[in-house]
């Protein structure tokens, strides 16, 4: 008879390392989570920054503007062609050529 009981105590022994365990896990794993997370949206707001900077100091040969004020835009404009042709990322930077 009081076998029976001893054995209750170490279940319960047994259950509470496991859930205090999981609990570990689980908050280890909402860490990792949010870190990626955290991650993600840095690298996503330093990409758009970096790609916003871009897109005003380099390569204006495709934003329908003229930006050197030359005359031409973009496609019009010898400095928006490399030897490959036309190339959007390249910048109108020289208005000798438009004229
Ligand atoms: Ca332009
Ligand atoms: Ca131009
Ligand atoms: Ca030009």
């Known amino acids: 008879?009081?076998?029976k009981p001893s054995?209750?105590?170490e279940l319960t022994v047994v259950l509470?390392?496991?859930?205090?365990?999981?609990?570990?896990?689980?908050?280890a794993?909402?860490?990792?989570?949010?870190?990626?997370?955290f991650a993600i949206i840095a690298s996503g707001g330093a990409e758009s920054l970096l790609s916003s900077n871009d897109d005003s100091a380099i390569?204006?040969?495709?934003?329908g503007i003229d930006n050197d004020n030359g005359g031409k835009t973009?496609?019009?404009?010898?400095?928006?062609?490399?030897?490959d042709g036309y190339?959007?990322?390249?910048?109108?930077?020289?208005?000798?050529?438009?004229?």
Not at 16 to 23: F, I, L, M, N, R
Not at 59 to 63: A, F, P, Q, R, Y
Request: aromatic share 4%; proline share 4%.
């Open 29 to 37: 794993l909402i860490l990792v989570l949010s870190g990626l997370l």
């Open 74 to 83: 973009d496609g019009e404009d010898p400095d928006c062609y490399s030897n």
């Open 1 to 3: 008879m009081t076998d």
């Open 87 to 99: 190339d959007a990322s390249r910048t109108e930077a020289n208005r000798d050529n438009d004229l």
């Open 16 to 27: 509470e390392p496991q859930d205090s365990t999981s609990k570990y896990i689980l908050v």
């Open 59 to 63: 390569g204006n040969c495709g934003d």
């Open 7 to 9: 054995e209750k105590v």
